[in-house]
């Protein structure tokens, strides 16, 4: 099935810092979704963006799908950033099923 | 809306017993899942349904039963529980358009279950 890894697994950042989150994903595929989970465990969804860029806030996203992969940008980072990242996607091939990277854990320290 | 709702949000069980973790929603989705997240992973797809009447295993299946009576409710059960189910359950749904789900996908806020 389709391989999803995320860069860095580990990022621990100042409050007001930028960063990058980086998804590989070894397929091209028809859905592709960024989740925040927060330290309370809730999964909120960030960006549904299979291809192309978007906006939200101090939060965008882009993916590359002729390339395979996909970015997530956070900038003037604040305690609430922190929580676990997750890219999750759909590939065009196979069975119907949104595939899980093992996540970016981001850290905000004030 | 409501969106996905679970229940319970944390459950205790022994070894041997069995339970039902409920899952409902309430924008008319098609597609609806179960995932289990494990401690340091990311979720794992235990079944699926593309719609009502129609369920489908996906990758960590065993020891787990599903059913899908109306398009709002996703019930996975739980028949004999093992220390090894211990995890974080998740339900999903979205639109689906002849059974893909090249849609969003929309989480409940997951059941915390411990079998001991």
């Known amino acids: 099935g389709i391989q999803v890894e995320q860069s860095p697994p580990d990022l621990i950042l100042q409050e007001g810092a930028n960063s990058t989150l980086r998804c590989n994903f070894s397929?091209?595929?028809?859905?592709l979704q960024w989740f925040h989970q927060n330290p309370w465990g809730q999964l909120i969804n960030l960006f549904y963006?299979?291809?192309g860029t978007k906006q939200n806030g101090r939060l965008s996203a882009t993916t590359v799908a002729t390339e395979r992969y996909s970015l997530l940008y956070i900038s003037s980072s604040q305690t609430t950033d922190s929580g676990v990242y997750f890219c999750?996607?759909?590939?065009?091939?196979?069975?119907?099923?949104?595939?899980f990277g093992t996540g970016t854990r981001l850290t905000i320290i004030p | 809306n409501a969106g996905v709702t679970q229940t319970p949000k944390f459950q205790v069980l022994k070894t041997g017993q069995s339970m039902t973790l409920q899952c409902a929603q309430d924008?008319?989705?098609?597609?609806m899942s179960w995932y289990r997240q494990d401690p340091g992973m990311g979720l794992r797809l235990i079944h699926y349904?593309?719609?009502?009447?129609?369920?489908d295993q996906g990758e960590v299946p065993n020891g787990y039963n599903v059913s899908r009576s109306t398009t709002e409710d996703f019930p996975l059960r739980l028949l004999s529980a093992a220390p090894s189910q211990t995890s974080v359950y998740f339900c999903?749904?979205?639109?689906?358009?002849?059974?893909?789900?090249?849609?969003?996908?929309?989480f409940g806020p997951g059941t915390r279950l411990t079998v001991t």
């Open positions: 999903a749904s979205s639109y689906s358009e002849s059974g893909t789900i090249s849609y969003e996908q929309y």
């Open positions: 397929d091209s595929v028809n859905n």
């Open positions: 963006i299979p291809s």
């Open positions: 999750a996607v759909v590939s065009n091939f196979g069975n119907e099923k949104l595939t």
């Open positions: 924008m008319n989705h098609e597609y």
């Open positions: 349904s593309v719609g009502a009447g129609i369920t």
